[in-house]
């Protein structure tokens, strides 16, 4: 398991995103803001949601748990990525902490 920052949580989201906006022929934004709500903007939609959620993931091999993130910020991208860290760096820390 990765320990990633939000800004590689981030970087990695705008460069999925990206991909699959073009993928459906379609123009991704010049700049996703700290605010930059996915689902409103419709970037992507419930199931390109999970679909993202599980392709970060794999990508940084860690699990993520949405449950304790308020349902407001979790298509925010500035939210997400820092959710999704400190989840990895918990889970990281849950590792270390376990006696071999």
Known sequence: ??????SDVRAFLTRYLDERL???????????????DLLLSGVVDS???IEM???TAEHFSCDIDLTALDPEKMTVIGDLSVFIAGQMRQQHEEVAATPS
């Open 53 to 55: 959620i599980t392709a």
């Open 22 to 36: 073009r993928e459906q022929r379609r123009v991704p934004p010049d700049v996703y803001g700290e605010d930059y």
């Open 1 to 6: 398991m990765s320990i990633a920052k939000p």
């Open 47 to 49: 199931l390109g949601f």
